[in-house]
């Protein structure tokens, strides 16, 4: 099962982009819309807080020999 994060992305990888969006979100109250981006913000803040830098994930998963 593919989660709906990763659909979106691959949908967007394609370049197929929405028109518009769920006439649903219209019933939320701005406080709800804004606790569901602050949700959102909060994974993706912890996403990143948990990944190695870019320089570790190299040299944990890219780097070669050196020569001698």
Request: charged share 20%.
């Amino acid at each position: 099962m593919v989660a709906e994060p990763s659909w979106v992305l691959v949908m967007h990888g394609q370049r197929v982009h929405p028109r518009g969006y769920h006439p649903l979100v219209d019933n939320l109250t701005d406080d709800k819309l804004r606790e569901h981006c602050d949700t959102v913000r909060g994974v993706i803040a912890n996403c990143v807080r948990a990944m190695p830098t870019h320089e570790a994930f190299i040299a944990k998963h890219c780097a070669t020999a050196k020569a001698a």
